[in-house]
């Protein structure tokens, strides 16, 4: 309970009403209330706060910074690798002029077919 009580006052949700239950005044017969909670109850209480929120707003701004740093790289947009490299596509270019138009062919199993005319 006094997790979820400490993680409500930190998102700001209510944390005047929680702090303002702790301000009651103690019952004259009453052994387990403490008397020195209206004074320092205030001062857990807005601190607790100052720096929760100062915690969240860097969390916020940690995240945007880094969202915005992977912007920044340069990666492909697309899921996929490049088909080749530029070294590759120069050689097969020049592989593909050096051939000369010739009359036979080579099947998938190596042998050479010649065209009949």
């Given at each position: 309970m ?5 993680y409500k ?16 005044e ?18 857990f ?12 707003v ?13 912007s ?11 088909l ?12 593909a002029?050096?051939v000369?138009?010739?009359s036979?062919h ?12």
């Amino acid at each position: 309970m006094t997790l979820l009580t400490l993680y409500k006052v930190c998102t700001g949700d209510n944390w005047s009403g929680i702090m303002a239950d702790t301000l009651r005044e103690c019952r004259p017969n009453d052994e387990g209330c403490s008397s020195y909670l209206y004074w320092v109850s205030p001062l857990f209480f807005s601190s607790f706060v100052v720096l929760a929120q100062c915690v969240l707003v860097n969390l916020v701004v940690a995240v945007i910074m880094q969202a915005l740093e992977d912007s920044q790289e340069n990666k492909p947009t697309n899921s996929c690798p490049p088909l080749e490299e530029d070294d590759e596509l120069e050689q097969a270019r020049l592989s593909a002029q050096n051939v000369e138009p010739s009359s036979s062919h080579n099947n998938t199993d190596g042998t050479s077919v010649t065209p009949q005319t």
